[in-house]
Each structure stands twice: as C-alpha cells, then as structure tokens.
C-alpha cells in the first residue's frame, strides 16, 4: 500500500502550528539600494566583505512594454527588475531583465537553493532577524540587502519567485507555514459527543473556513483504513463547517468528493493532466525536470510528488491563506475554460494554487486538482457524515423549533458524552494494563489512529439505543434523498435551510436531474423464479441488449427548474409552435442528449397525440432501453453496433445506426412521483399513455414498449424465455406487480447485516422503518440472501415484504434478472473491475498478462479482488491496454502502490490501475479461496469468493464501476451455487483454483 503522509502534530496541527526553525527574511517596505560587485575581498570594520558600488533603488516595472515591442502577448511572463539611478537632470533606468523561477546547480556540499515567494496581498513583516537574498539575474550580479529595505511592488496579477540560498526546511505539518493563527482543545477524532465546535474550533481572525483545516482533516483520515473513523473525522469536520461557516459547507463537501459539481452536469470536469502538473510544480518549487522524474519514480502519486518537490521552498512573504470556499472557486474557473491557450491558463491557476499551499496542503491541492485523494471515503460515507453531523449541528446552532425525529438534544448530547468518556477511560485503562499498543506507537513514530467499533446492541443503553435510531433515520433519508436527486449543490442547500426534517420534501425527484437506476436480483434458474415469488402475480419483459436510458421531458417556453444553464435540448414543433425540453441520461447518469438528437422528432409526436387525449403531457421521466435496429426489418442489432455512433455532437442528417426506445417503466408524470406506485399501477399508465408511435420521418426513432408475458405458467415463461433469445436479446426481467410478503431465511447474518472478519469494522444496519438504506442496500439490503442447493440456511425464517414501488439505487428480490449466461453450464457473468495486473510470460511478454481483477464491496467502498484473467483477450486488446496502462509515472491511471480504494490481500502484482472501467467475465465456477479477500465478511468466512476458469467476454461501457457486480452478489452467488460440505470440500476447491491460477 501507499505510504500514508506524515499526520499532523496532535491530529491538529493546523490549529497548534509546531514552531518553525527557518529564518525568515521580512517584506522589505522603502526602497532598497541595489549593488554591483566591484573586485575582490576587502577590509572593513566587521571584517572580511567585498566592496560594492551603489546604483541606486531597485523597483518592478509591469508595464510590458517590451513584450507589446516584441509582439508578444501580455500573458504571465514576469515582471521586468529595474535598477533607477539618479543622473543629473532626473533619473536614469537601468532595465536589467525579467525576475526568472529557474535554480543555480547547487554545489555538491550544499543543499539545492529553494525558491521563496513574494504574493499579491502584503502582510506584515517577519519579526525574526533579516537574511540576504541573492536574485539570480542577468549580468551584471546584484545583490539586495534586505536591511536597506527595498520596496518590491509585485504586480496584482502576477506572482514573482525569488530564490534564496539560504537553507530551509519544510514543515510536513498543513497550515503551520501559511496557514492562520487557530486554535482547538480537540483534534476531529474526538468522540462524536465530546466534540463540540464552537467550543473547540477557532479560525482566529479568518471567518472562512481555511484550506489548511481540510488538509489536515484530509491527512488523519489517509492514515487509516477503518471506515469508522473515516466517518467519524468527517461527521466532525462538516459539523464545524456547518456551525462557524455554513456558507463554505458546499465547497467542502466538493472537495472531499473528488467532484467539483454533478457528474451529469457540463464544466464539472478540471481536465489537468501532467503537462500541466509538471509545469506548475517546476516554476513553484524550482525543482528541475530531471528531480522531478526522479520523484515521479520514487513516489508516482502526483500529490506526493508535489509535495516533495516543495519540501525546499521557503517562503520570504506568508501568503495569504488559501480558504475552501476559494480554492473551490478556483477549481470552478479552471473546468469552466475552454479554447486557445486554455494549458496557460491553467497552469496560471494551478500555479496560483500552488504559491498559496505549503505543507500538507500541496500534497492535497494536487490530489483534488487530479480528481484523486486517495482517502478512501467514498460517497456512502461522505451521505452518512454529513447526515449525522446535521443530527448534532445546525448553523448558528439553532436547534429545531418542533420535536424532530432527527435531532440530537442538547441533553441528549451531553449524556452522550459522558458515555464517550466512560468507554474512553475504559479503552485507556485496557491499553494502559496491554502495553502493547504504546510500542506499536513508539516503533511507528507516530500516533496510530485509533481502531472504531460499534458497541453491540445487547451492551447499549436505553438512551444510546434512541440516538442510534435518531442517526439510522437521518442517514436512510439522506440517502434515500440523494438515490432520487444526486446532487450535492440541492441537498447542502435544503439541509441548511430546513434541516433534515424537511429535506424530503425540499428535494425530491425532478425533470432535469436523473435518479439512479433500480436494479434487478440474479436469478440462476426459471424454477428460481417460484422458488422467491411462488404464485404471486409478474410479468416478464425482454431484456434487451441496448443501452439503458433515462428520458426526461418538459413541455413549455422555460427549462426546469434546478437544471444547469445550456443542458438539455430544445425541440421545436413547426406547425403548432410547441416547445420541449428533452434531456437523456445513461445508467451511470452520464448526459448523453448530444448522442441521440433523433429522439427529438419522436417526443414532439407522443406531445402531439397526447393533447387530443384526456390526459395532456406537461413533463414526465421515463425509464427505457434504446437499442440498435434495422430501419427495413425491425430486428434487433446488437450492442455493439450501437456503441459506434458517436458520444457528442451527432447530427441528424449523419446517423448510420437507427434505433429503438423501447419504454418499460414511468416514474414521473405531470408534476407527480409515481416512484412509491405498485408496478402494476406504473406499468398501466405507461402503457396507456405511451403507445407505440412510429415517425414518418425515417431518421426519427422508432417509439415502442418492451416485449412482455404477462402469463405466470412456467411453460408459457419459457416459451418466451426462448423467444427472447432468438429476437438476440439476453434474456429477461420478471417483475413483481403487487406488494408482497415472502417466507425469508437470514442465512449466516448477525444481529446488524454482515458481520465483520478478520477484524473489519462491524457494519452499522443504517435501515429504518423498512428503508432498506444500509451501504449495502444496493445489493439486496432488503432481501434475503437465497437459500443454497444443499438446503443449508443456517438461520432463521422470517416473513419479509417485497415492495413493488420503484426503489432508485437498489438491487430488490422483487426484480429478477434471467440471463442466458446464467443457465449456461460454463457459469455466471460477472462485472468486475481491473484493478492490476503483471508483465506476461513468453508470447505476452511486454504486455500485461494476467489481469486482477475486483467487485465492488458496498460495505467499504473498496474494490476486493475475486481472480485473475487471462483468457479471452486478443492481442489487439492486449495492445491497447498495453497503452492505455502504461507505467510511465504521469499516467493518472497508474501507479506502483495500490489506490486506497483497492483490497487485494497478499497479492503483489507488477502495476496497479485506477479503478475506471468494467470488464464483462464469464467463469466457470465459484470457489472459496484463502488468496482474494473478495465477500469474506459477507459470507462471515477467513475465505473470499473466487471464480474457477475466468474468461473475458467484452468491457461494459454502459456501466460505471459502482455498478460492477458487488461483494454482496458474489456471495449469493457462491451459495446459490451450494457451498461443499465440510472444510474438505472448500479446500479442494481452494487447491483447484490455485492450481488453476498456476
């Protein structure tokens, strides 16, 4: 793993800087006299000098004067040195060239001479004793005496290094170089009831929060793995952001989120790649390109590499602290570029950045500004703190005016605490009696962070009971919010405003903005079919082989509301003057309009024929698969065929590939969520409303519901299970029409969900009431894992209701998926993500051979890894991710050292990849296996899941990787497939696949 970044001085030293060993030369204030050298050592009275020659006071001269001569443009190249020399009549300039961020080789017996800065705002001088400072320039050598003062006026827009060959060293410690004076009694990892940030959080004279106190939060939260106390660091720092700057609580959220807006949103990506890294770091720290190779080597994180080449930078002049709030704008202004020059003017920004950070905070400017930080808080985590914190803060610290369901008390609180203290004393005094855990500190060097885990709920009080159940609804709300309308900027606003009692009501589904996808069960077999439904009433629709999408329609002059400026496409009706908005996104809520124009047509006549109806269309969201089809037959082509039409700027006179929509669900109808509908209920007024329509129009698409059966007999099922196979589509979806209840068996689950191994952080159930909104909810939180085939439940029966309202993020038992694949004798189809992989052996060698590859454990937020493959690739592929993987240290995709994100147990593969894409993998067997790590705590097992015989059958564009197939299936799976009796049979099995993988 990584190297985790040195932590602050007592969790916290953005509050208590460490005091600073570095001399520091103060802002001169009066004009400084410049000096030549004029010969050789000379004799004075303080010893031996060397005799100089005034020339009299040194200023900047920004006028660009000589750039507009040179016809060159007025960007930012420096600010001309100029030495103005009285001469009779008036003054004489002496122009002796640009102030230049470039390094002298350093002698071998000193140390490489840092780079100081000089910033745009004026702050006042050092108190410490003045230093000199040799600029390097043209001929002739000046040297500046910083005690005549010189008065350097630096350019507002421009930033201007000086270098200074005094040595320096740099603190590793965020915010005890620039940041401002603070002051805390309690770092963030207090517990959550001790911690109070009125009372132990000061920004001192800043009433922003400072960028300084994020890194630092940033840093105690790298150097851990536990989710727990990822949360825990996180819920603290949002609840200081919320009660002393709540209007800088949106930028933060962003900045933890490696986002700066929504993914669907245009302007949300920074696009900074290492051309413009490397130059910025290069003029920042005066690293040279040869020393940064040789940290790209060393380290490959662009963050680390940053902050080692600024590790010598001095700063003459503390620059005015960067604050979040800013920084975000910043981040906001370089996605927002576009056209000539934009590299420049990045870099200009980057650089901006840069000069302003010192410490830990370069190393994490530079993460955020790659989208990487390598802190493994995903955004389960992020929904889950920053519902708690707004449990224990509100700004101002307002607490609710009516009784909330939510809301923390103060009494409660305060009770709360006492508990924390009692169970901290209790930990303290164990430590203490162990001594263990004193030297596994001492040997580290640091302070460890500390191991988190829910106490159980037999040990638990009637009050901690209460305020347990007070958290579990505010995070199920939250995210039950966030499936339905995933946007940060919306939900910060409406829980600042109304707090979380009326965040459901502030912010619910919309035109405009997608929701994320429901998702259906893996079913094994048609008989598996009764086996979870028995005789309850569904219907079977084709499973197409398209792409999924997600139409939203508005009718009227406007757009909606809470949709960015320029989104979506207007489409006009010549003949009735009728106006639509129309917006299309894909399954992982990419905006893909631009793609399909040829839906435009389309959706003007369904408005057409709908005003002749009783029921007009004002606005509506539609679910729906849009698939390639041959515009003289009608047959289905395949996905492929869909995948060449281009992703952007698609005209309609250009489209070779007709297609299809072929609608199966409605989740929003004339101002109206029909999301808490019975299928049954949805399907109908789909089904009314949305008939078939056919374009005149040729280059129009063609408008259809998807094939169903909605006769239950097995035969007939079958029948058209076949049918859907030959029409080439993948098989078919059954979908419960009705609520209802079904005998369940909690196979090998706890007292809360899955129970940790191997000494993992127990999981929290976060549902309520019946929400399924636990991290797991997507993979079937709601719904029992399936009986095996050798009958082994060990657990206990149950009933269990199985809604039929349309549950966004989730994977429900009241969907199911029957796939030709998983009736094949070669096994399942699996999903998963590549996240390493080794320099092949003979004919591969130079390429990369096997692949680890990973399913996505929704428990952690990690990437496990299930097996290796080798099987199924050309070499045509093998060359491509040969060159899309490529090991050079600027490739953002990979590293040497595996991504936070990533669990890989013993395995040591040659590179490591950003998890970035999904790989579609047809095995044949499932196995327990002591090697990969995959769904252990889901199966409560010292083993992960792996699968015998891989083969790679084509890379799932259509599917981001939070998609891919989860822990939580793997190990459905594995007992579906019935586990072997006895540790015997495991361990053939085990052996079989390590012979396998041999």
Same mark, same amino acid.
């Given at each position: 793993m990584a190297k985790s970044p040195a932590k602050p001085q007592n969790l916290d030293s953005f509050f208590k800087p460490p005091p600073s060993n570095k001399r520091t030369a103060p802002l001169p204030s009066t004009p400084s006299k410049a000096r030549k050298t004029i010969g050789g050592d000379?004799?004075?009275?303080?010893?031996?000098?060397?005799?100089?020659?005034?020339?009299?006071?040194?200023?900047?001269?920004?006028?660009?004067?000589?750039?507009?001569?040179?016809?060159?443009?007025?960007?930012?190249?420096?600010?001309?040195?100029?030495? /103005?020399?009285?001469?009779?009549?008036?003054?004489?300039?002496?122009?002796?060239?640009? =102030?230049?961020?470039?390094?002298?080789?350093?002698?071998?017996?000193?140390?490489?001479?840092?780079?100081? &800065?000089?910033?745009?705002?004026?702050?006042?001088?050092?108190?410490?004793?003045?230093?000199?400072?040799?600029?390097?320039?043209?001929?002739?050598?000046?040297? /500046?005496?910083?005690?005549?003062?010189?008065?350097?006026?630096?350019?507002?827009?421009?930033?201007?290094?000086?270098?200074?060959?005094?040595?320096?060293?740099?603190?590793?410690?965020?915010?005890?170089?620039?940041?401002?004076?603070?002051?805390?009694?309690?770092?963030?990892?207090?517990?959550?009831?001790?911690?109070?940030?009125?009372?132990?959080?000061?920004?001192?004279?800043?009433?922003?929060?400072?960028?300084?106190?994020?890194?630092?939060?940033?840093?105690?939260?790298?150097?851990?793995?536990?989710?727990?106390?990822?949360?825990?660091?996180?819920?603290?720092?949002?609840?200081?952001?919320?009660?002393?700057?709540?209007?800088?609580?949106?930028?933060?959220? $962003?900045?933890?989120?490696?986002?700066?807006?929504?993914? $669907?949103?245009?302007?949300?990506?920074?696009?900074?790649?290492?051309?413009?890294?490397?130059?910025?770091?290069?003029?920042?720290?005066?690293?040279?390109?040869?020393?940064?190779?040789?940290?790209?080597?060393?380290?490959?994180?662009?963050?680390?590499?940053?902050?080692?080449?600024?590790? &010598?930078?001095?700063?003459? /002049?503390?620059?005015?602290?960067?604050?979040?709030?800013?920084? $975000?704008?910043?981040?906001?202004?370089?996605?927002?570029?576009?056209?000539?020059?934009?590299?420049?003017?990045?870099? &200009?920004? =980057?650089?901006?950045?840069?000069?302003?950070?010192?410490?830990?905070?370069?190393? $994490?400017? =530079?993460?955020?500004?790659?989208?990487?930080?390598?802190?493994?808080?995903?955004?389960?985590?992020?929904?889950?703190?920053?519902?708690?914190?707004?449990?224990l803060s509100r700004p101002g610290r307002k607490e609710p005016s009516e009784e909330s369901e939510y809301w923390i008390t103060a009494k409660e609180r305060k009770e709360m605490a006492k508990v924390d203290r009692e169970e901290e004393e209790k930990a303290s005094a164990k430590k203490a009696k162990g001594g263990k855990g004193k030297a596994k500190e001492e040997e580290g060097g640091g302070k460890a962070a500390p191991k988190i885990k829910n106490k159980p709920k037999a040990q638990k009080g009637q009050l901690e009971l209460e305020v347990d159940e007070k958290l579990k609804r505010a995070e199920a709300c939250v995210r039950r919010v966030w499936a339905r309308h995933p946007n940060f900027g919306h939900l910060v606003e409406a829980l600042l405003e109304g707090g979380l009692e009326e965040l459901e009501e502030r912010v619910g589904l919309s035109v405009g903005v997608p929701l994320e996808p429901m998702l259906g069960s893996i079913t094994r077999s048609l008989d598996d079919i009764y086996t979870r439904l028995g005789s309850r009433p569904f219907v079977s629709e084709a499973k197409l082989d398209g792409q999924r999408g997600q139409i939203h329609v508005w009718v009227g002059d406007s757009r909606p509301g809470g949709v960015a400026e320029g989104s979506g496409k207007w489409f006009v009706d010549e003949e009735s003057g009728r106006r639509a908005w129309v917006r299309m996104f894909s399954r992982h809520l990419e905006d893909m309009t631009e793609k399909y124009p040829d839906i435009g047509g389309t959706i003007l006549g369904i408005l057409a024929r709908a005003e002749m109806s009783e029921t007009p269309l004002r606005n509506f969201v539609i679910d729906c698969e849009v698939v390639a089809i041959d515009p003289k037959t009608g047959a289905f082509k395949t996905f492929q065929e869909l995948s060449y039409r281009s992703k952007k700027d698609v005209e309609l006179g250009d489209i070779k590939v007709r297609v299809g929509i072929y609608c199966f669900d409605l989740m929003f109808l004339n101002d109206e969520s029909l999301l808490s509908r019975p299928f049954r209920s949805r399907r109908d007024t789909l089904r009314s409303l949305f008939p078939p329509l056919q374009p005149?129009?040729?280059?129009?698409?063609?408008?259809?519901?998807?094939?169903?059966?909605?006769?239950?007999?097995?035969?007939?099922?079958?029948?058209f299970f076949e049918e859907t196979l030959k029409m080439k589509a993948e098989g078919i979806m059954v979908k419960l029409l009705d609520e209802a209840e079904v005998e369940v068996t909690d196979a090998g689950e706890g007292e809360n969900g899955a129970s940790g191994a191997d000494g993992q952080d127990e999981e929290i159930d976060y549902a309520s009431g019946g929400e399924a909104s636990s991290s797991r909810s997507r993979s079937s939180s709601n719904s029992p894992r399936p009986q095996p085939k050798n009958g082994k439940t060990g657990g206990k029966s149950r009933r269990k209701v199985l809604p039929a309202s349309y549950e966004p993020d989730k994977r429900a038992d009241s969907w199911l998926k029957v796939k030709k694949d998983y009736l094949d004798e070669v096994g399942d189809s699996l999903d998963l993500v590549p996240i390493a992989a080794w320099w092949g052996q003979g004919r591969k060698a130079g390429w990369w051979s096997p692949f680890l590859l990973a399913c996505y454990d929704e428990e952690t937020g990690a990437y496990t890894a299930v097996t290796k493959c080798l099987s199924g690739f050309t070499d045509a592929f093998y060359k491509e991710m040969r060159e899309k993987y490529n090991p050079e240290p600027e490739n953002p995709l990979t590293s040497k050292t595996p991504w936070p994100e990533v669990e890989a147990g013993s395995l040591s593969p040659d590179i490591w990849f950003k998890p970035s894409e999904v790989w579609e993998i047809r095995g044949a067997d499932f196995t327990l296996s002591p090697v990969y790590p995959a769904a252990r705590s889901q199966l409560g097992n010292e083993r992960g899941v792996s699968i015998r015989f891989p083969r790679f059958i084509k890379i799932r564009e259509d599917k981001g990787i939070e998609q891919a197939t989860s822990a939580e299936q793997l190990a459905q799976l594995y007992e579906m497939q019935g586990a072997p009796a006895g540790d015997g049979g495991a361990s053939k099995r085990v052996q079989g696949d390590e012979a396998d993988e041999a």
């Amino acid at each position: 793993m990584a190297k985790s970044p040195a932590k602050p001085q007592n969790l916290d030293s953005f509050f208590k800087p460490p005091p600073s060993n570095k001399r520091t030369a103060p802002l001169p204030s009066t004009p400084s006299k410049a000096r030549k050298t004029i010969g050789g050592d000379v004799k004075d009275g303080k010893g031996k000098g060397r005799a100089v020659q005034d020339l009299g006071k040194v200023v900047l001269d920004d006028s660009d004067e000589d750039e507009r001569m040179n016809g060159q443009d007025e960007e930012d190249d420096g600010d001309d040195l100029v030495i /103005v020399e009285p001469d009779g009549a008036g003054e004489k300039q002496i122009r002796l060239g640009k =102030v230049k961020e470039e390094v002298d080789e350093p002698k071998p017996a000193k140390p490489p001479p840092p780079v100081a &800065s000089i910033f745009q705002k004026r702050t006042p001088a050092s108190p410490k004793s003045p230093a000199k400072v040799n600029t390097l320039l043209s001929s002739p050598k000046v040297e /500046v005496d910083a005690d005549t003062k010189p008065d350097i006026k630096p350019s507002p827009t421009k930033n201007i290094a000086i270098f200074d060959t005094a040595a320096a060293s740099s603190s590793t410690a965020a915010g005890s170089e620039a940041g401002p004076s603070s002051s805390t009694s309690k770092p963030l990892d207090t517990p959550l009831f001790t911690f109070s940030p009125t009372q132990d959080v000061s920004f001192g004279s800043h009433t922003r929060v400072p960028f300084s106190f994020l890194s630092d939060a940033l840093v105690l939260i790298s150097s851990t793995k536990s989710r727990l106390f990822i949360q825990l660091v996180l819920t603290n720092l949002l609840r200081t952001v919320i009660e002393l700057d709540p209007e800088s609580l949106l930028s933060v959220v $962003y900045l933890c989120s490696n986002r700066i807006g929504p993914s $669907y949103e245009k302007d949300t990506e920074l696009g900074i790649g290492w051309q413009v890294l490397s130059k910025a770091i290069k003029e920042t720290s005066g690293a040279t390109a040869q020393k940064l190779k040789q940290l790209s080597n060393k380290h490959g994180d662009p963050g680390d590499i940053a902050f080692e080449a600024s590790k &010598s930078v001095r700063l003459l /002049v503390k620059p005015t602290p960067l604050e979040c709030h800013g920084v $975000y704008k910043i981040l906001t202004q370089i996605a927002k570029l576009k056209g000539t020059g934009v590299l420049n003017q990045k870099t &200009s920004l =980057v650089k901006k950045l840069l000069l302003s950070s010192s410490g830990e905070q370069v190393r $994490y400017i =530079v993460r955020i500004l790659v989208s990487n930080l390598r802190i493994g808080a995903v955004r389960l985590t992020l929904l889950t703190a920053l519902a708690r914190a707004f449990c224990l803060s509100r700004p101002g610290r307002k607490e609710p005016s009516e009784e909330s369901e939510y809301w923390i008390t103060a009494k409660e609180r305060k009770e709360m605490a006492k508990v924390d203290r009692e169970e901290e004393e209790k930990a303290s005094a164990k430590k203490a009696k162990g001594g263990k855990g004193k030297a596994k500190e001492e040997e580290g060097g640091g302070k460890a962070a500390p191991k988190i885990k829910n106490k159980p709920k037999a040990q638990k009080g009637q009050l901690e009971l209460e305020v347990d159940e007070k958290l579990k609804r505010a995070e199920a709300c939250v995210r039950r919010v966030w499936a339905r309308h995933p946007n940060f900027g919306h939900l910060v606003e409406a829980l600042l405003e109304g707090g979380l009692e009326e965040l459901e009501e502030r912010v619910g589904l919309s035109v405009g903005v997608p929701l994320e996808p429901m998702l259906g069960s893996i079913t094994r077999s048609l008989d598996d079919i009764y086996t979870r439904l028995g005789s309850r009433p569904f219907v079977s629709e084709a499973k197409l082989d398209g792409q999924r999408g997600q139409i939203h329609v508005w009718v009227g002059d406007s757009r909606p509301g809470g949709v960015a400026e320029g989104s979506g496409k207007w489409f006009v009706d010549e003949e009735s003057g009728r106006r639509a908005w129309v917006r299309m996104f894909s399954r992982h809520l990419e905006d893909m309009t631009e793609k399909y124009p040829d839906i435009g047509g389309t959706i003007l006549g369904i408005l057409a024929r709908a005003e002749m109806s009783e029921t007009p269309l004002r606005n509506f969201v539609i679910d729906c698969e849009v698939v390639a089809i041959d515009p003289k037959t009608g047959a289905f082509k395949t996905f492929q065929e869909l995948s060449y039409r281009s992703k952007k700027d698609v005209e309609l006179g250009d489209i070779k590939v007709r297609v299809g929509i072929y609608c199966f669900d409605l989740m929003f109808l004339n101002d109206e969520s029909l999301l808490s509908r019975p299928f049954r209920s949805r399907r109908d007024t789909l089904r009314s409303l949305f008939p078939p329509l056919q374009p005149t129009d040729p280059r129009f698409a063609k408008w259809e519901l998807i094939p169903c059966c909605t006769d239950n007999d097995p035969e007939k099922v079958r029948e058209f299970f076949e049918e859907t196979l030959k029409m080439k589509a993948e098989g078919i979806m059954v979908k419960l029409l009705d609520e209802a209840e079904v005998e369940v068996t909690d196979a090998g689950e706890g007292e809360n969900g899955a129970s940790g191994a191997d000494g993992q952080d127990e999981e929290i159930d976060y549902a309520s009431g019946g929400e399924a909104s636990s991290s797991r909810s997507r993979s079937s939180s709601n719904s029992p894992r399936p009986q095996p085939k050798n009958g082994k439940t060990g657990g206990k029966s149950r009933r269990k209701v199985l809604p039929a309202s349309y549950e966004p993020d989730k994977r429900a038992d009241s969907w199911l998926k029957v796939k030709k694949d998983y009736l094949d004798e070669v096994g399942d189809s699996l999903d998963l993500v590549p996240i390493a992989a080794w320099w092949g052996q003979g004919r591969k060698a130079g390429w990369w051979s096997p692949f680890l590859l990973a399913c996505y454990d929704e428990e952690t937020g990690a990437y496990t890894a299930v097996t290796k493959c080798l099987s199924g690739f050309t070499d045509a592929f093998y060359k491509e991710m040969r060159e899309k993987y490529n090991p050079e240290p600027e490739n953002p995709l990979t590293s040497k050292t595996p991504w936070p994100e990533v669990e890989a147990g013993s395995l040591s593969p040659d590179i490591w990849f950003k998890p970035s894409e999904v790989w579609e993998i047809r095995g044949a067997d499932f196995t327990l296996s002591p090697v990969y790590p995959a769904a252990r705590s889901q199966l409560g097992n010292e083993r992960g899941v792996s699968i015998r015989f891989p083969r790679f059958i084509k890379i799932r564009e259509d599917k981001g990787i939070e998609q891919a197939t989860s822990a939580e299936q793997l190990a459905q799976l594995y007992e579906m497939q019935g586990a072997p009796a006895g540790d015997g049979g495991a361990s053939k099995r085990v052996q079989g696949d390590e012979a396998d993988e041999a």
